[in-house]
């Protein structure tokens, strides 16, 4: 008996230590750190450590290293920004994928490496990325928030690396690289690439956006870049992997990679209609307007015209300017 109440006395004092110890000096400025000298090692502790509904941003800087977990910012985790040391080595990562997960037939949804639930997320020079290769559905990054801004990023996977979900959400990536192979920018929410290297690994499709019925904006690349690797001469813009998707590239370098049609109307007629497909002002060899399918648009110049940052993000702030 006296052995057993000593054993209780030591875990509640071991208990209290570590407690403490997971305790930020400042709970609005943590650091992440791999040799332990910052607050917390892994960055889903300093998520877990976070204030919930913070009235001022939870800034989380994380050190250079390879991050191997599964981190979930949660609903009540707004206003979370994690700043990586260096986009090349400051890196998340994990592996999980569709048949490892194995949860039925909506398992791609829990194969994020991050998953983001929090509005007024921020994350920059950092690495996110699933490395289960060509093993089917791998999220890297999933984001189901609204008011989310990528600055810096790498965004690596292969099949369905970036989901962006939520209808009505905006989001914004500026100076991104993005990597994949199938649909691997894929979802519903209203999203701004600028400046963004978008990067095949295969011959199959760039984008599958679901964006709802009524919604404005779709995907919309500016400025941005499509490339791939040597062997890849075959890729689509997109398809739809709802009927009413829009997805629009203005002034983008497109290599030859893209085919000439463009397009793909995922094997459904009813696409071709409701489908909201267009370019506008794109440069290379993959722009080829001529040969495009009949069913997407080349823009106008006054059509062009709204596509600005304001109309595509508008919400009830500019947030989209405090960046």
Not at 132 to 161: K, M
Not at 167 to 185: A, H, L, V, W
Not at 291 to 296: F, I, L
């Amino acid at each position: 008996m006296k052995l057993s109440k000593y054993l209780f006395v030591f875990l509640v004092i071991s208990a209290s230590i570590h407690l403490q110890a997971q305790k930020p000096k400042n709970e609005y400025i943590m650091i992440v750190t791999k040799d332990g000298s910052g607050d917390f090692t892994s960055v889903q502790d300093a998520i877990n450590a976070a204030k919930a509904f913070p009235y001022q941003r939870v800034i989380i800087h994380v050190k250079n290293g390879i991050y191997n977990e599964k981190v979930h910012v949660y609903s009540w985790n707004t206003k979370v920004s994690l700043i990586g040391e260096s986009k090349e080595h400051t890196i998340i990562t994990f592996n999980d994928y569709f048949d490892k997960i194995d949860l039925g037939r909506n398992s791609t949804f829990h194969t994020a490496t991050v998953l983001v639930e929090g509005h007024d997320f921020t994350a920059k020079n950092l690495t996110i990325r699933n490395t289960s290769g060509p093993v089917g559905q791998a999220v890297a990054l999933a984001v189901n928030a609204n008011r989310c801004y990528f600055e810096n990023c790498s965004i690596i996977g292969f099949q369905d690396t970036l989901y962006t979900s939520g209808e009505g959400f905006k989001q914004y990536f500026k100076n991104c690289f993005i990597t994949g192979s199938t649909d691997f920018i894929f979802g519903a929410a209203t999203v701004l690439f600028q400046n963004c290297d978008i990067h095949s690994k295969t011959n199959s499709y760039i984008t599958a956006a679901s964006t709802p019925k009524n919604q404005d904006f779709g995907y919309v690349f500016k400025n941005c870049k499509l490339t791939a690797k040597e062997n890849v001469t075959d890729v689509y813009l997109g398809r739809p992997w709802r009927i009413h998707a829009k997805t629009v590239f203005i002034n983008t370098n497109m290599g030859k990679h893209i085919k000439p049609e463009g397009w793909h109307n995922w094997s459904n007629k009813n696409a071709e209609a409701n489908t909201y497909y267009a370019e506008y002002h794109c440069t290379g060899d993959g722009y080829k307007p001529e040969s495009r399918v009949p069913w997407s648009y080349q823009l106008k110049k006054r059509e062009a015209k709204k596509y600005t940052i304001e109309n595509i993000l508008k919400s009830n702030t500019k947030w989209y300017q405090n960046f």
